[in-house]
């Protein structure tokens, strides 16, 4: 299907929902939390020939966004990265790299690659290679050696910009003040280095989304910590105390329904193109779960997280939160203390900002079928 005869029939399907009363809107419970409703369905029926036929309808942003992703880009980063690519009305205007799952050169290629398999020219901008506090990263995938199910997918034919990430980040802020959305999907190492250079052009980002916590769950890197929040404590310390508004998609927001099993991978892989690229990245998870936990399935932490920022009716409700970072080198390092507005805990603690949105509640049922969709478009 070539591009035009597919955005027709995205336009035809959306005025044809809107003709049933689409919906989608927010609103405040009693307990302080935001809940968006929708009565909104990613498919569309419609006549030909007088035959009733049903398309699938890709997930989309109906507002346009101007995004900057940031990412230490594995095999879900990767699927986070096609998610945007592919999902109509957004921009990416670049993406930003640090190590993480995998060292920064490698993490690099692999957002080269996958940017080239979903057909985006997104600029690639380099960042940090150590943590915040310049300690040396260790990195742990559990993708692979080299973040992507070492299946030789990696051959890039672009090459990262000259410009860092953090000069990118602060050009661009500077350049769309109070339009720029950033998604990251990695330890925010970038983000916290970019606050330390200019945080006011930093407070004129119209939202920050985070792949990060464990949410009101158990971590996965320990049992209080989450990846992202653990590889970079001190970075993610930094982006919780800056008062800016943070909408975080823990750990916990990754219910069965999300992840793949091993023949819903065998499957994608027949199929090619894309289908075949994110079953190929996740095989090394599948090998890394069977072992660690007994289960061959993969969960997309990046990928949920992406769905809730940019697609319509997916995050369905958050939890406003107080988030103190824990940076002790103990056995509690990186877990993120959430304190709840308006729950009245017993020591009679409250603060000012409650700056930090949790995710809470997501159509998760939804996501494998809108990512298919989006792989076999
Ligand atoms: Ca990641």
């Known amino acids: 299907m070539d591009n035009s005869a597919l955005r027709w029939k995205i336009i035809s399907a959306f005025l044809a929902a809107a003709l049933v009363g689409v919906s989608c809107t927010w609103a405040f419970t009693s307990n302080g939390k935001q809940e968006t409703t929708s009565n909104s369905s990613l498919t569309a029926s419609s006549e030909i020939s007088g035959q009733a036929e049903t398309e699938t ?13 940031d990412t230490d880009t594995a095999g879900d980063d990767a699927v986070a990265l096609i998610i945007a690519a592919k999902t109509q009305n957004v921009e990416i205007l670049g993406v930003t790299v640090s190590a993480g799952n ?3 050169e490698q993490a690099v290629k692999n957002a080269l690659m996958t940017l080239e398999m979903a057909g985006c020219d997104a600029p690639v901008f380099a960042g940090a290679s150590a943590a915040y506090t310049g300690k040396e990263r260790e990195t742990f995938s559990v993708y692979g050696n080299d973040g992507m199910g070492d299946k030789d997918l990696i051959h890039p034919t672009r090459t990262a910009e000259e410009k860092s990430a953090v000069d990118f980040i602060l050009e661009t802020v500077k350049a769309n003040p109070d339009e720029v959305e950033i998604i990251a999907l990695g330890p925010v190492t970038n983000l916290a280095l970019a606050f330390d250079k200019d945080p006011e052009t930093m407070k004129q980002v119209k939202k920050y989304w985070s792949m990060g916590t464990s949410g009101f769950g158990l971590g996965n890197a320990t049992p209080v910590a989450e990846f992202n929040v653990y590889h970079d404590a001190e970075a ?8 800016v508004p943070v909408t975080a998609i823990g750990f916990d927001m990754l219910p069965e329904e999300t992840s793949f099993t091993k023949e819903e991978l065998d499957e994608l892989e027949v199929k090619g193109g894309l289908s075949e690229f994110v079953a190929k990245a996740f095989s090394g998870l599948i090998e890394f779960n069977t072992e660690a936990i007994g289960l061959p399935i993969a969960a997309d932490a990046d990928g949920v997280a992406m769905a809730c920022a940019l697609w319509d009716g997916y995050l369905l409700e958050t939890q406003p939160c107080h988030a103190a970072v824990m940076t002790d080198d103990n056995e509690c390092y990186g877990q993120v203390v959430l304190f709840q507005e308006g729950h009245g805990y017993d020591s009679g603690v409250t603060f000012d900002s409650y700056n930090f949105d949790v995710a809470t509640k997501t159509a998760s049922k939804t996501f494998k079928e809108n990512l298919i969709s989006i792989l076999e478009s």
Do not use: D
């Open 57 to 69: 309808v890709l997930p989309m942003s109906r507002e346009k966004r101007k995004i900057i992703i």
């Open 102 to 104: 995998v060292k920064l």
């Open 236 to 243: 993610y310390k930094v982006l919780t105390e800056s008062g």
